[in-house]
């Protein structure tokens, strides 16, 4: 099923906010977050951050979100090279099943 | 909430898994964090298991402590985290390198709420005056050499995130009692080793250096219910070759 610009719109503005929220420091606001910005390079934040930004998701969008499966079918070289995008979609797919 | 208070102290906690046998997964010093887990081993693992894992006092973002990083201390924190999580019903301990010193601790301590026990390159002695010199002399930087590749990046672009994690190694090794703890530890005697009650697995990597095969194979016979399984890898473990401790892992936690 086709996601649309609305919802990914949506889903990286909230994503932003909880960026914002987890890393906590002035940096991160003068940071742009687009659909291509990578976790590792762009925004630099640490693994025990994306953890807590994981859990933040899992609390926003419920069980429908199943990191530990997403994350199984990557290689590690994948997760080094996360984006932003790559999460926006990832969550925009699960919301979107039946 | 990922920050719980346990026993009177902050504890960063994640869990991840809904179903199948209870296990902790306990990271290794200095440079690791639940997030030595989450990545790697955790996703696969938590497909058939319901895992926990936190931040050891003072790393990650647990409470800071500037003592206590001796065993039986560190032991004494997972049986109030084991309590918690499940009232008193034994669970797998699962630790690394330090951390696996720690599980095979709680282990001997605590028989009563520990199920079954995977030491993931242990050594015992943790760590000798020759080592501390070692460590204390290195930089963090010279230290981040160790890790694989893929991580290794973060450093060479010399950002955040290497200045954080040198910071946290940093600060436990010059600000906190850690390394004195640990010199200081006694070693496990092997009459101690032999009364362990519960099934061990033993992981190890095959191009680990020489000391912690050492152990390796001093664990391997005097541990009473014992298995051996090595894996590609060096001593990081949990980062070289995540798949296939999983699922060495799991397969030896579902029997």
């Known amino acids: ?98 | 909430m990922p920050v719980q208070t346990i026993a009177g102290r902050s504890v960063h906690i994640q869990t991840l898994g809904t179903e199948g046998p209870r296990a902790v997964l306990i990271h290794g010093m200095l440079i690791g964090s639940i997030a030595s887990w989450f990545f790697s081993v955790a996703p696969p693992l938590a497909a058939r298991h319901r895992l926990l894992m936190y931040d050891l006092r003072s790393h990650g973002r647990s409470e800071f402590a500037n003592g206590g990083f001796g065993f039986r201390s560190m032991a004494n924190d997972l049986r109030d985290i084991v309590l918690d999580w499940t009232n008193g019903e034994p669970v797998a301990v699962v630790g690394h390198s330090y951390g696996a010193g720690i599980a095979l601790r709680f282990g001997l301590d605590y028989p009563e709420l520990t199920h079954k026990v995977v030491i993931v390159e242990a050594t015992l002695p943790v760590i000798t005056d020759e080592g501390v010199r070692l460590l204390t002399k290195e930089t963090a930087e010279s230290l981040v050499q160790m890790l694989p590749p893929w991580q290794r990046m973060a450093f060479e672009t010399g950002g955040r995130r290497s200045k954080k994690i040198v910071e946290q190694f940093e600060t436990l090794a010059t600000k906190t009692s850690m390394l004195d703890d640990l010199m200081a530890e006694p070693d496990i005697a092997d009459a101690e080793l032999a009364t362990l009650s519960r099934p061990a697995l033993l992981c190890y990597g095959t191009e680990t250096p020489a000391i912690m095969m050492d152990t390796c194979k001093r664990l391997a016979a005097t541990l009473p219910d014992v298995r051996v399984e090595m894996l590609e890898s060096g001593h990081l473990l949990p980062l070289e070759a995540p798949r296939h401790l999983a699922r060495v892992i799991g397969q030896f936690l579902d029997e």
């Not at chain 1, 390079?41 to 530990?68: M, N, Q, T």
Request: aromatic fraction near 8%; include cysteine; glycine fraction near 4%.
């Open chain 1, 1 to 98: 099923m086709a996601i649309d610009e609305t919802t990914r719109a949506a889903i990286l503005r909230e994503l932003t906010e909880m960026l914002h929220a987890v890393v906590g420091e002035d940096w991160i606001h003068e940071q742009p977050i687009t659909l291509d910005t990578t976790f590792a390079r762009d925004l630099e934040v640490e693994s025990i951050e994306l953890v807590v930004l994981f859990e933040k998701l899992r609390e926003r969008y419920g069980e429908a979100i199943d990191f530990p499966g997403w994350l199984s079918n990557m290689d590690v070289d994948a997760v080094m090279h996360l984006t932003v995008g790559n999460l926006v979609e990832y969550i925009a797919q699960c919301q979107s099943k039946p």
